[in-house]
């Protein structure tokens, strides 16, 4: 079945079976005053110059048409003028005619001449009627001609127009054969202005000072203010006569037609440049006519063709009977308002129908009513359209008024969108139409119910709307029934699924967009907490970001649906957010030793961070003593990356110290390696919970298996850095203890000594504290002999000489360790002592271990160090010269460069000194000469006198001393 069609128009009957006497032209003629006859309403006038039964009788026809509220004028073909008064009261049923009454009928004494137009000028209470080529004044209610001083007839006229936007007083234009006539009709006509016009005129519209007219072969625009005249195109004048209309601010359309007949509408801007689209018709119009915002056609055909100008679109089709023989449309000067009752309007009349004896017009529905019947019709997209364009035509009403409207039609239209699930519709129209969240969470049930509070009910027709769809379950239930009847429940269920997704999502949309802008408490909350609902089920990421800031959720609404839904982690972000600090922590303790579960939960050093920024010290307390039980590292971190002083040093470790091992030395790394604390107890505490570490893994993994393994390897690296490339705990415990009796200066060597007494077997960590106590023979021994970890003992000779040096890598090569810098004498006496006790060690082990191999690798790599004479008293002597080659021919470099060195270096100084000298004696010839008396000068030291050929010297001030004297100033 299909759905009605959108009528905007109806056909009216506003006069019918006129009473057009039969009139017979006079033979001579008379003054216009002398042949006017007048005819009141219900009574005898005076006398027509025509009597019914002449011979040049001829029944006449409605050639012209003005409506002017509900004072309706009729133009005939024989130079009469009916004037009829129309009941509005009448037009209480739509198709019903309206009542009408003759009151005045006039002949205006011009003979059987047409009355081709009718203008009517209310605001000055005059009718400007043309009639045998001149446009002539009556009164409005009499039609009794205006007296000529106020008005004088304009004759030897084609045609004339009148701008009917302006009112009072009214501009007119008069075309004459080469002229055109311009000026105002108010108390009095005034002719202001006669510019040429060289082609005429036989049709014209006026729009301010702009005309749009026809003559005999095209269309062109008139500036009355500067009289230029602007071509636009031609016409075929056997095809058609010209049509053109003011439709909108100065637009106008112009008539047509193609080569094969077809009628054409154009658009033409005030400056002449084509805009909109373009209206077609079947043939090209008898008439055009405009009742904003649609342009009426009449057609040949008897039909009338509706269109929109904003969309060009045919909105209706009104065919006519061919008994009333229409022949021209009109558009009247003030269009008539049809009341429904006392508060509504139901329409008007503006464009009028002349047929032979009838006079129809079209009656429009108020554009609010034809909005409601797009609506109902469920053309919304027309409606939407149609509303917007309502808005542009009704300047005068307030733009409060008006975006009220548009509001509301928005709403209205969107809702039916929702009906027909097309939510992303919905929404724009949503979202245009302003409409409040809580009206359109009634749709949503499951989304809007708060036990803590409900949705405040808001009594207008937008509710009363949202009332009549239903919920969101019961719109798309519908829906799929209508277009699914025969899917089988498993489509059914994913479809409904989809659907009620799509519409949520466009919910959460729509909401967002609300909540940009929401400023009110009870309605932050209302938006916030539907969101938090929505989320909770589509949108996690979503759902963290709203919790994550300021919002103003429900709390007791919002903890039962995230209880609910077990979203343990949001329902922690909702307690944090709103200061329900110690809720939040005792949760995430739950999820931490999973008591109760959450994906989403990012663990434990969530509640560690949150624990480091309070300030709450009981709190602190109370949950690091818990955060210690599940992982005792992060619990460190609870004290030492703090920023405040809330915590003294020892009140941190005395805590630490009883509850958690592991925790008190993490605290102590921390602030040794990133405080910089040199307390030496707080240093010796950190090495003795090293060394206990160490024989706590020892228990598992043997320390003899662990220094076999590192004895086993060639190339043999340190010790330590053996262990640092393994991944075992006992190897990485080592090495941290290693690491720090190697880098810190402050721990008591005694006390860590005395502890390692108690665990036999840490030879590497001994070694190191007896490097401290500079026990070099005892250390060195350590790590040769019991360790085998000779480039740790090499490094040691070097680095424990060097105190100025910089520290060197105990991982580097022994070879890279072979040019390690000195600084001083003292540097270098120790290095000497020491690489010679190493040596010594060496060549006591004889042959054990590859002791020689390693002796001899450390002769040659520190030749320079060793005293050739030493090393050979101490080598066996069943060593074979070959093993010294190396270390001998490097020895004797040694002393032959020294040698060659201290020449070079005394050659060197003498070349100095001659070029010194040379630049000395060219300098003193460039002194100007000196000149002595033959008596001499006094030395200004020794005051004794200086005489040629005495050597002297001449101070920069000019005086003149002894050589000798020179030196001891």
Known sequence: MSRPSFTPFKVVTLAQDLSLDEV????????????????????????????????????????????CDSHLYVGTSDGHIFHYTLERESAAEVDAPLKSHLNVKKFLGFGRRHVDAIIAVPTESKLVVLCDASANFFELDTLSQVPALVAQPVKAITCFCADRYTQSPMPMSFAKRRTLVSGHLGDMLELEKEISLPDGAIMMVRYESRICAADQHQYKLINIDNGLTIPLFPYDRTLQKPLAIVVSNGEYL?????????????????????????????????????????????????????????????????????????????????????????????????????????????????????????????????????????MQGQQHESTDAQRLKLSSLYQRAGLIYFKDTLFEEAFELFTKGEIESERLLKLFPDVAGSPSGSIPEVDDATSEWVSQQGTIDEIVSASLQRDYPDADPETLGSFRDALVGNAKEMLGKYLRHVRETAREGDKQKTLDTALLKLYVETDRKRLYQLLSSENCCDVQDAAKVLGEKERHYALSLLYEQKGMVEDAFALWLRMASNEVTDEDF?????????????????????????????????????????????????????????????????????????????????HTSLAMTYIEQVEACAMNDSLEELENEYRAHDPRPSFNAFLERRTDNLSRTYSKLLTFLTSSRYYSPSAVATKLNTYPGLHAANATVLAQTNKHEEALRILVLNLNDHATAEQYCLTKSAETTTSVDSRQAPQQLAGAATTTKKDDSLRRHLLFTLLQLYLESGERGGMIKYAVQLLNRHSLDFDVIKVLDIIPNHWSLDMLSGFLTSSMRRSLHSHRESHIVRALSRGDHFKVHTKLIEASQLLPPVYIPVDGVRCVVCGKVVSDPTVFARLPAGGIVHLHCNGTL
């Not at 915590?647 to 602030?671: P, T």
Request: proline content about 6%; some cysteine.
């Open 602 to 682: 990012p663990g434990l050093p969530l509640l560690v961070n949150h624990l480091t920024k309070s300030s709450n010290k009981e709190l602190i307390l109370k949950y690091s003593k818990r955060v210690l039980e599940l992982d005792p590292q992060l619990a460190a971190q609870i004290f030492t990356t703090r920023t405040d002083e809330l915590f003294s040093a020892e009140e941190i470790l005395e805590q630490l110290r009883s509850d958690n091992a592991e925790a008190y030395r993490n605290v102590l790394e921390f602030m040794i390696t990133n405080r910089g604390d040199t307390d030496e107890q707080r």
């Open 24 to 67: 017979t032209t006079p033979l001579q003629r008379s003054s216009i005053f002398g042949r006017a006859g007048l005819v009141g309403h219900g009574g005898a006038g005076a006398s027509s110059p025509s009597t019914p039964g002449s011979p040049n009788a001829n029944k006449a026809t409605i050639v012209s048409l003005e409506l």
């Open 254 to 390: 112009l008539a047509t037609a193609t080569p094969q007949g077809l009628g054409l509408g154009l658009f033409i801007s005030p400056n002449g440049e084509p805009i909109r689209g373009t209206l077609e018709w079947p043939a090209i119009p008898k008439s055009l006519a405009f009742h904003f915002p649609y342009v009426a056609a009449l057609l040949h055909n008897n039909c009338i063709e509706i269109h929109n100008i904003f969309n060009q679109k045919r909105v209706q089709t009104i065919t006519l009977p061919a008994s009333s023989e229409p022949k021209f449309l009109v558009e009247a000067t003030f269009e008539m308002e049809l009341p429904m009752d006392k508060s509504a309007s139901n329409g008007s009349i503006r464009l009028l129908v002349g047929c032979k004896e009838t006079v129809l017009a079209l009656r429009m529905d108020c554009l609010e009513r034809q909005v409601d019947d797009l609506l109902e019709l469920r053309s919304v997209e027309a409606a939407v359209q149609l509303a917007e364009t309502m």
